[in-house]
C-alpha cells in the first residue's frame, strides 16, 4: 500500500524541480532582458519592467509556494495590470501603423517583451497551489521551453526576418 504513495510522492518532487528550473531559467531571461535595456532612451523604465518578473520568478525559484503570499500576489497583479495597459496601447497602436512585421520594430519588440510577462506572470500567480500543480505545471513547463524556442529562433535567424522588396514587372 505505502508503494503508490511513494510513486506520486517521486513524480510530485520531480515536477517541482522542473518547475524550479524553468523559474530559475526565466529569471535569468528576464535578467538579461532588463540588463540589455542599458542601451534604450527610457531604460529606466524597460529594466524595472524586466526586473519585477525576474526577482518573482527567482523568488518562486527558492519557495515555490510564495505565490500564496499576499506580498508577491499584489506585487504579481499589480505588474500583470499595468503591463496590460502598456500591451493594449502598443498593440493599438501597431494595429493603427499597420505594422504586420512587429519584430523590426521597437514597438513590437517592447510588445513581444511585455506579452512574455504577462503569460508567464499569469502561469505563476496560482502555481503554488495544489489543486492546479499537475494542469498548471505542465503549462508553465511547456511555456518555458517555448519562450527558450522562441527567442533563440529570433536570434539564430535573424538575417531571415529582413523583408526583402517586392519584384514589380515592367
Known amino acids: 500500500m505505502n508503494e503508490p504513495s511513494e510513486v506520486k510522492c517521486t513524480k510530485t518532487n520531480v515536477s517541482l524541480i522542473i518547475w524550479r528550473v524553468c523559474n530559475v531559467c526565466m529569471s535569468l531571461f528576464f535578467a538579461l532582458a532588463s540588463y540589455v535595456q542599458i542601451n534604450d532612451p527610457d531604460a529606466v523604465l524597460w529594466m524595472v519592467a524586466y526586473a ?22 499584489r506585487i504579481a497583479k499589480l505588474h500583470v495590470l499595468i503591463s496590460t495597459a502598456v500591451v493594449s496601447m502598443m498593440g493599438w497602436t501597431l494595429y493603427k501603423k499597420h505594422i504586420t512585421n512587429i519584430f523590426q520594430q521597437e514597438e513590437g519588440r517592447e510588445f513581444s517583451g511585455l506579452m512574455l510577462i504577462l503569460v508567464w506572470l499569469l502561469l505563476c500567480q496560482h502555481s503554488g497551489r495544489q489543486i492546479y500543480a499537475g494542469v498548471g505545471r505542465a503549462g508553465h513547463h511547456s511555456g518555458c521551453l517555448f519562450t527558450t524556442q522562441d527567442r533563440s529562433r529570433l536570434y539564430l535567424h535573424r538575417p531571415l526576418l529582413v523583408i526583402k522588396p517586392k519584384r514589380q514587372d515592367q
Not at 519585477?52 to 500576489?73: M, Q
Request: glycine share 0%; hydrophobic share 55%.
Open 52 to 73: 519585477i518578473p525576474a526577482n518573482l520568478c527567482l523568488l518562486i525559484a527558492i519557495k515555490p509556494h510564495v505565490t500564496e503570499t499576499l506580498l508577491w500576489r
